[in-house]
């Protein structure tokens, strides 16, 4: 989701940059407010939007190797509420959310509590009040203040600026504009988005006007005097509209030669910006371009053994195989046996879980649905070795999880010097666990966290 987000933010940005440095100063209104409402739905879809295409073909094959024995940790600590900052920061985000929602409706709350005299001019739907304010629009009514109605008519500048703003629809405009500001405040391109969007708004209105032959210069004066009186509304359209300056450079600029090749490339634009920041996901080759390698696996039992048996068991091949000869190395095996309560190397890593010992017993292992070798064949199969290129390197992850007492994985942690070969190794493991419910490990037949380690290496050749 917070990626999503970010692929939002960067989507309109660029979109948004484009409009002012190409679009803004050009005298295509129409073409400009199409572009800028399709900026913003592009923005927003494309990194929803996901499109299947085929992964890349390997340079050459690969193998994976799964070690023997699957490292496994008892986690025999009581169970603590841990501080989840992900889902504090996303409580933050919907007050900030509901906040701005509230804002959001006063502002429409407020214009419609504007009371005054209801009038029907020019089939067009006026409200006449007494409060000291300059004409504004609002979905599809003017607002104006009764010194604007001169014997029942009202100045014909005004009301053909206002009657642009409700026959072109700006207000459906700045209610969607506002509605994703709500949702995603903290998208700083939106209110970019918004300032232009009013501002076409008003270049639109100002052509309506000036198509009617009036004098420019009179119009103008006329924006002048409106400036020092009235009060803005926010989600409207006022006359009295603040970027008086950009108004009368575009009331007086011609168009550009370059317009038709601006209007030509912006659409280009917006599909380049869809293909950058839509989803890809590659499909899956029912022929995996490696091998997987399950090294010295024991045939799966029904009854798992202890920890502490697997661990002794461990510590007996260590000794058969190395030949441990010196008192240090007798010394780092007595350790691994029974690590000391500060200074082993175990508290250091999982400071809140303690290894099973000669202490812990009736002590059963989890068991993945089928067996630890078919999550190994799933990991084997699932695991896509097209984006690690040509390398020729071995590469080397561990993959650390919890089963908790639901027999679901969490805390999923993969730790490697090669990131790419972390990153598929997690997303293979975690399509391996996809729907699955492992049997938890029980203590004294009471079901209890318990965690696991899953080493994994590829070699290329």
């Known amino acids: 989701m917070i990626l999503i987000l970010i692929k939002i933010i960067l989507c309109s940005s660029l979109l948004i940059a484009l409009y002012y440095a190409f679009l803004e100063k050009e005298k295509m209104y129409q073409f400009n407010r199409f572009f800028?409402?399709?900026?913003?739905?592009?923005?927003?879809?494309?990194?929803?939007?996901?499109?299947?295409?085929?992964?890349?073909?390997?340079?050459?094959?690969?193998?994976?190797?799964?070690?023997?024995?699957?490292?496994?940790?008892?986690?025999?600590?009581?169970?603590?509420?841990?501080?989840?900052?992900?889902?504090?920061?996303?409580?933050?985000?919907?007050?900030?959310?509901?906040?701005?929602?509230?804002?959001?409706?006063?502002?429409?709350?407020?214009?419609?509590?504007?009371?005054?005299?209801?009038?029907?001019?020019?089939?067009?739907?006026?409200?006449?009040?007494?409060?000291?304010?300059?004409?504004?629009?609002?979905?599809?009514?003017?607002?104006?203040?009764?010194?604007?109605?001169?014997?029942?008519?009202?100045?014909?500048?005004?009301?053909?600026?206002?009657?642009s703003h409700l026959e072109q629809k700006h207000s459906v405009d700045l209610l969607f504009i506002e509605f994703l500001k709500v949702i995603m405040w903290c998208n700083p391109a939106f209110y970019f988005f918004k300032k232009a969007i009013i501002t076409n708004h008003e270049f639109l209105a100002d052509e309506a006007v000036l198509k009617n032959d009036f004098n420019i210069k009179e119009y103008q004066e006329l924006i002048l005097d409106e400036i020092i009186s009235g009060q803005n509304y926010n989600l409207t359209h006022t006359f009295n509209f603040n970027n008086t300056k950009k108004r009368f450079i575009m009331m007086n600029r011609k168009k550009s030669k370059l317009t038709g090749f601006k209007k030509v490339i912006s659409i280009p634009m917006l599909i380049v910006a869809f293909g950058l920041f839509v989803q890809k996901i590659y499909a899956n080759d029912p022929k995996p371009n490696h091998e997987s390698i399950i090294q010295k696996t024991e045939p799966e039992k029904t009854q798992q053994p202890t920890a502490f048996q697997q661990i002794v068991g461990d510590t007996k091949e260590l000794l058969e195989n190395k030949m441990v000869n010196n008192t240090n190395d007798e010394k780092m095996i007595a350790d691994t046996i029974r690590p000391k309560s500060k200074s082993s190397s175990q508290e250091t890593t999982l400071p809140k879980q303690e290894i099973a010992t000669a202490d812990t017993e009736n002590i059963i292992n989890p068991v993945y649905p089928g067996g630890m070798n078919q999550l190994r064949s799933k990991v084997a199969n699932t695991f896509d070795g097209s984006k690690l290129g040509s390398s020729k390197a071995t590469l080397r992850t561990d993959i650390e999880y919890v089963i908790n007492e639901e027999g679901t994985v969490e805390h999923l942690m993969v730790t490697g010097d090669n990131e790419i070969f972390n990153n598929e190794a997690k997303a293979a493991f975690i399509k391996a666990n996809e729907g699955i419910k492992w049997q938890p490990a029980t203590k004294d037949g009471v079901a209890v966290r318990y965690t696991l380690r899953l080493p994994l290496t590829m070699t290329f050749h």
């Open 36 to 163: 800028l409402i399709s900026a913003l739905i592009f923005s927003c879809l494309a990194p929803l939007i996901s499109i299947k295409t085929e992964s890349p073909k390997p340079t050459g094959n690969s193998r994976i190797f799964f070690e023997n024995a699957t490292q496994q940790v008892l986690d025999l600590s009581q169970k603590e509420e841990n501080f989840n900052w992900i889902n504090f920061m996303w409580i933050i985000y919907g007050l900030v959310t509901f906040i701005f929602l509230l804002k959001a409706l006063n502002s429409i709350l407020i214009i419609k509590r504007i009371k005054g005299k209801k009038i029907l001019y020019h089939n067009h739907q006026v409200i006449v009040t007494k409060d000291q304010l300059s004409p504004f629009t609002f979905w599809k009514t003017i607002y104006l203040s009764e010194n604007y109605l001169v014997d029942n008519t009202i100045d014909s500048r005004v009301f053909l600026h206002e009657k």
